[in-house]
């Protein structure tokens, strides 16, 4: 399981900035959070967990946190204590979050 600290939060986000600073330079707020989403619900489905598997094991007792949060639902998003939780859980390396989806 991947597990990071402060320090090593601080640190895996500047290199992930730095890894896709190019393609995020004219990224709105918005934008980045559908992004973000995106990548949960990608990676959770590849683990093959529900929504509501990963709102349990996030701490949370209802499926709304993650499944508004995927779509930015009414203005819901991931904070950055939710990314690192869910890429504890995933075992997703944290910056994997923030890369831009090729749409196909």
């Known amino acids: 399981m991947i597990s990071y600290s402060t320090k090593d939060t601080l640190s895996v986000i500047l290199i992930s900035y730095s890894g896709v600073n190019q393609k995020m330079q004219n990224i709105t ?10 990548n949960v619900a990608k990676y959770r489905k590849a683990k093959g967990l529900s929504q509501l598997d990963l709102s349990l094991q996030m701490g949370y007792k209802s499926v709304s946190i993650v499944s508004g ?3 930015c639902y009414k203005g819901k998003h991931f904070n950055l204590e939710h990314i690192v939780k869910i890429s504890q859980l995933l075992e997703v390396e944290f910056c994997e979050f923030f890369k831009p989806i090729s749409e196909s």
Do not use: D, F
Request: aromatic letters at 8%.
């Open 29 to 38: 707020i918005e934008n980045l959070y559908q992004t973000i989403g995106k």
């Open 69 to 71: 949060a995927e779509i």
